[in-house]
C-alpha cells in the first residue's frame, strides 16, 4: 500500500473505515476546539463482492490480504509515533459469517476496533462532517446502507439506518424497470415505508457520498460540485429528464453512464430527503467515515 509520506504529521490519532468496497485510512488530530483529519488512502478490498462470491464469509486469501494491508498502516503510523488506531466495520462486515474471525485479525494488529450497527454508523457519519454542531441534518448513501442522522437543540444525535444501499436498490429497483418513472415510484415507496420522520427545524442539510449523483445533475465533475449546494429546482429538472425517457431511451443512458447505480438510487433518495425535511437545497460534502471516529475519541477525552 503506497501511503503519501510528503506531509509529517504530530501527535495524532490514525482511523479506519473498514466498508465493503474499500478501506479508507485517515489521520487527525485536534486543533484547539476544532478537529482536523486527512484522507491518506483509498484501498480498493471488496468485502461486499467477496462475501457474495462466498456464500456470506471472508476467504482465508483475503483474510491474508487484509492483515497484510493493516501491518502496513500501522507501519505507517509508528512512524509517526502514532500508537492509536481506531477502526470501524460497516455493513459487509456486520453481515458476515466470520466477522469475530475477522475482528479478531484486526485487533491483532492494535486497532481499537468495532463494528457499528445503524444508529452508530450514522451517529459517526453525523460526527465526521460536523464535529458534533446542532441543528443539521446529514445523510450517508453507502453501497449497501443508507443512514441519516440529525441533531436539534441540545439533545442527542438521532440516527437510523435502511439496508438497502445503493448497489442493492439499482438492483430492486432500477436495473430491470422499463423506465426511470417505474424505478423511482418503486424506490420512493420503499423510502416512504422506511423513512417516517425528519426534523423540520435544522439549519442544514449535508449530504455525504453523493458528489457522483450531483455531477450527473449539474453535467460537471464530482470536484465542482463537492461543499456547494445542489438546489432542489435543478435536481428536479434532472429527474423530469429522466421521467420523459421511453424505454430505449433508458436503457442507453443506463448502458452508457459511469456509475448509473449510483445515480439513480442517489437521485430519488436526495429527492426524497428534502422533500421529508423541507429543504430546498443540500450541501454536498466530502468526508471520510474515519473522521467521525476522530472526532468521537477527543470528544470523550482521547488525547
Known amino acids: 500500500m503506497n501511503i503519501p509520506r510528503q ?3 504530530s501527535k495524532d490519532v490514525c482511523a479506519i473505515d473498514f466498508g465493503s468496497k474499500n478501506f479508507k485510512f485517515v489521520i487527525g488530530r485536534k486543533i484547539g476546539v476544532d478537529i482536523e483529519s486527512d484522507l491518506l488512502k483509498k484501498e480498493p478490498m471488496g468485502l461486499g463482492q467477496e462475501l457474495l ?3 456470506g464469509v471472508i476467504s482465508k486469501k483475503k483474510m491474508e490480504q487484509i492483515d497484510k494491508v493493516l501491518g502496513e498502516f500501522k507501519e505507517h503510523c509508528q512512524q509517526r509515533d502514532i500508537t492509536t488506531i481506531l477502526g470501524v466495520g460497516t455493513s459487509a462486515i456486520r453481515s458476515a459469517k466470520n466477522r469475530d474471525e475477522l475482528a479478531e485479525l484486526i485487533r491483532a494488529n492494535g486497532i481499537i476496533f468495532e463494528i457499528a450497527q445503524g444508529k452508530r454508523e450514522g451517529d459517526i457519519s ?3 462532517v460536523t464535529n458534533g454542531a446542532t441543528n443539521q441534518l446529514v445523510s450517508d448513501m453507502g453501497s449497501r446502507s443508507f443512514q441519516y442522522s440529525y441533531k436539534i437543540g441540545d439533545g442527542d444525535i438521532i440516527s437510523a439506518s435502511l439496508k438497502s444501499g445503493y448497489l442493492i436498490a439499482y438492483e430492486e429497483y432500477f436495473a430491470k424497470a422499463k423506465s426511470f418513472s417505474a424505478g423511482r415510484s418503486a424506490f420512493q415507496k420503499h423510502l416512504k415505508d422506511n423513512i417516517h420522520k425528519l426534523p423540520k427545524k435544522s439549519d442544514i442539510y449535508i449530504a ?11 453535467g460537471g465533475s464530482k470536484l465542482d460540485v ?3 449546494f445542489l438546489m432542489k429546482k435543478h435536481l428536479h429538472k434532472k429527474i423530469d429528464y429522466l ?3 421511453g424505454h430505449k431511451e433508458y436503457k442507453v443512458i443506463q448502458s452508457t453512464t459511469p456509475k448509473i447505480n449510483k445515480i439513480l438510487p442517489g437521485l430519488v433518495f436526495i ?3 428534502l422533500k421529508l425535511s423541507g429543504h430546498d437545497k443540500v450541501m454536498i460534502a466530502e468526508v471520510e467515515l474515519p473522521s ?3 472526532v468521537d475519541y477527543f470528544a470523550n477525552g482521547g488525547s
Request: negative net charge; aromatic residues 12%.
Open 7 to 9: 506531509v509529517m504529521f
Open 53 to 55: 462470491d462466498h456464500n
Open 126 to 128: 453525523y460526527l465526521s
Open 208 to 218: 455525504l457520498a453523493s458528489n457522483t449523483m450531483a455531477a450527473f445533475v449539474s
Open 226 to 228: 463537492v461543499n456547494q
Open 243 to 245: 421521467n420523459g425517457l
Open 271 to 273: 429527492e426524497f430527503m
Open 292 to 294: 467521525g471516529l476522530i
